[in-house]
């Protein structure tokens, strides 16, 4: 019989001769516009820093105040002693941006959809869940003890069926990302909530690619709808483009306290670190201030996508700045970061199980502060690597 390590090599193997390995790339710099890793200085395309401000010194500056004035950790969880004035600060600043009458902080992203999703849907309610959501929601999906429905992407025909078929629920819960992570697109939500209100489902969304990039000062794809007081649990992260760590829900005063409560992602964690939580908070003031970031932001992508759809490359249909760079097989897709790294472009290649097979892929995310010429450079690198590779030929 296999030893333990001889198992895990198995494993191992396995994962390799898939060319699915996956493995860590320990940066040398902070976050910007390019980073160093293994002595070279590289463009960065593929991070989540959308406006540029995980580096950006009013963030850090609010960060460095914040560890002076509050300390490092919240040295408690929150319903114990780690619920600082700071952390409820920032909830009645999130609960303004997305037009609600309360907000919570959670530790992450990933501990909020484990947290919620269970929290609001037990074994009497069915789960009505996009295909193509974000892995934190299929957690959470998973951890609740409801029945999950899965939809086609963005299908509404289909989201109908499942509801006409689900009549008998005590409750249901339609859980979708306002932006697809890997794809770019965004979830139909106008007609999705239609959907809801005809059918009495609740309705959550994933804001976390959204929020700072869609609506009016980075409120999310529902405030660019107009569709945010009709949606039941608005949940996002500060960890993407606002720059920090972190996550929070948004919702009624009724739905907080509900999860203050039940959410155990939220109970059982220490509370968020104020440094995390002051940063997040100068990243919403920062976007007040300067909101051509954002726009600045869709430009460089706008720009970046047709020097890609030049040189050859298959941009697939995208509604944010996010431009999936579709390959097929994950071994053309590791070949193509390999040389793009060669070139000074740092992309990381996209493979299954995170996207389905055969559609491997390279997730392009050029950020505000990319200048022209940082872009024109990285395109230059992509028509040349697409050259060397014989990929592409027209
Ligand atoms: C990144 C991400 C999360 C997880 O957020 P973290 O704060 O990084 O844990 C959740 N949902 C979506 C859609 C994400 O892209």
Redesign the pocket.
Known sequence: MASFEQQLELELEDLRTAALLRRLRPLASEHGPWVDYQDRRLIMLSS?NYLGLAAEPALKRAATRAIERWGVGAAASRLVAGSLELCRELEQRLARLKGTQAALVFG??????IGVIPALAGSADVILSDEYN?A??IDGCRLARATVRVYRHRDLDHLKVLLQDSQNARRRLIIT?S?F?MDGDVAPLAEIVELAQRFYAATMI?E??AVGVLGQGGAGLAAALGVQDQIDVQMG????ALGS???YVAGSARLIELLINRARGFIYTTGLAPAMAAAAAAALDLIERQPERIRQLWDNAAFLKERLNDAGFTVMRTDTPILPVLIGSAQAALDLEQALLAHGVFVIAIRPPTVPPGTARLRVTPIATHSREDLEQAAAAFAQCARELGLNRR
Request: hydrophobic share 30%; aromatic share 8%.
């Open positions: 989540n992450s992203g990933y501990l909020a959809n974000h934190s929601l990302d932006v992570s994933d976390a690619h992260t500060l960890s993407k760590y972190g996550a």
